[in-house]
């Protein structure tokens, strides 16, 4: 029987695409490109393989006509012929710069060691992104308003969370974090560290300590085990936890602060899903409106909006009455309410009529602040007091939030 010709399978297109060697930094990259405000440093500076394709003139002030171009794109949305001139220079270069240094990593010139993901985003903004796009980390790349928003993908939601928890783990002990247990006693096949004698109608086998239970008898030379000086260990009850992080995305979080609060969601998330427990993160993004934020979204969030807190804390509770386990309710915000979603009541009383309603489900109300502004202190102050289990904290830098969450997680 003749037999086929046989062919290799083909290579995919991501394998393919490897061979540029950036995907040894390609998920730093991500990163930086995620979060500007995280800076590293390296040995190689790669603003020198640009200069080094420029004109003596732009590469003597290199860093000057980079500014100028970014300020007259941004501002204005183009420029005049002898700036334009310039620009087409400095993208020239960067691109040989480029390609350049794609090789240098993919024959292991340079390292991952040796190199600021940070610079290099800053000098090869376009390239990266570029780059990124093509192995799937970018959906697509819009532009407003002489600014480019990047529309990221769930397999980069993925990879980011990965990252983002070990920055954040890299700042705790290793003491572990999982699930939640309570003192409650009651039937349960998990047992406590607390000795006491054994209940044959509470306790189950499980629950039995027969090393101590043997005791007894072993200090009177028998071994024998006695019904009467049986002992156990106090069952403990396991409870779930159902998380719900209410994220401000409202004008004012812009920048610095809805990224620390987007770090700090892939964190608990990603915390979550390692511990491998019943735990639930719910994630619901408000301004004068409130939704929630599905899995493979959260890294697209844009500020904008007014604020209203009211609405965001009656969103909370509704998920928590529907919901078994006890509840940890984040609120994240930067400032005093601005919105309603009652008509009757002014942003401030909303806000703390809410937080009053928080009594009636079974959860712990943690308000972080990122403003410090004397209304908004009281108003905080006031809801911790009004939902009768709550505690107050304020970030000066909301990058350090992730570390907080996975804390009160463990």
């Known amino acids: 029987m003749p037999t086929l010709p046989t062919t290799d399978k083909p290579e995919c297109s991501l394998c393919q695409k490897s061979e540029s060697g950036l995907e040894k930094i390609a998920e730093d990259l991500l990163y930086s490109l995620f979060n500007p405000y995280h800076r590293d440093t390296g040995d190689f500076d790669v603003s020198e393989l640009i200069k080094k394709h420029l004109s003596p003139e732009m590469a003597k002030d290199f860093e000057m006509y980079s500014s100028v171009f970014q300020d007259l794109m941004k501002t204005f949305g183009f420029m005049s012929n002898y700036w334009a001139e310039k620009n087409k220079e400095l993208k020239e270069a960067k691109q040989k710069a480029w390609e350049e240094l794609k090789e240098m990593i993919k024959k292991g010139d ?60 890299q700042n705790l002990d290793k003491r572990s974090y999982g699930e939640h247990e309570t003192e409650k006693l009651g039937q349960s096949i998990f047992s406590s560290e607390r000795v006491v004698e054994y209940d044959p109608y509470t306790h189950h086998y499980d629950n039995i300590d027969f090393a101590e239970s043997l005791l007894k008898s072993a200090m009177r030379g028998e071994i024998e085990l006695n019904e009467n000086e049986m002992v156990a260990r106090q069952p403990k009850h396991t409870e779930r936890c159902v998380y719900v992080m209410l994220i401000d995305v409202s004008d004012s979080m812009r920048g610095r602060k809805i990224i620390g609060a987007i770090e700090a969601a892939l964190c608990l998330r990603k915390a979550i899903r390692r511990a491998g427990g019943n735990d639930e993160l719910r994630v619901i993004a408000f301004n004068h ?27 909370a509770r509704r998920i928590l009455k529907g919901s078994s386990g006890t509840g940890v309710v984040f609120l994240i915000s930067d400032g005093k309410p601005t919105s309603s979603y009652n008509p009757y009541l002014t942003p401030w009383r ?9 009594r009636n489900v079974d959860a712990r109300l943690q308000i972080i602040m990122f403003g410090k502004e004397g209304r908004f202190l009281e108003l905080c102050k006031n809801m911790a007091r009004l939902s009768g289990n709550a505690n107050l904290f304020h970030f000066s830098d909301p990058l350090n939030l992730k570390n907080f969450v996975v804390r009160r997680f463990r």
Not at 110 to 123: A, F, G, R
Not at 289 to 311: C, M, P, S, V, Y
Not at 350 to 358: F, G, R, S, T
């Open 350 to 358: 909303c806000a703390l009529k809410e937080a009053e309603k928080m």
């Open 110 to 169: 340079l390292s991952k060691e040796d190199l600021s993901m940070s610079q290099i985003v800053d000098n090869f903004f376009d390239e990266v992104v570029d780059e990124l796009q093509q192995l799937g980390y970018i959906e697509e790349v819009e532009t407003r308003f002489h600014r480019k928003v990047i529309n990221y993908t769930a397999k980069a939601e993925s990879i980011l969370a990965e990252k983002v928890l070990s920055l954040s783990l």
């Open 289 to 315: 409106r409130a939704h929630e934020i599905r899995e493979g979204e959260i890294l697209n969030l844009e500020a904008r909006g007014r604020t209203d807190i009211g609405l965001a804390l009656k969103r």
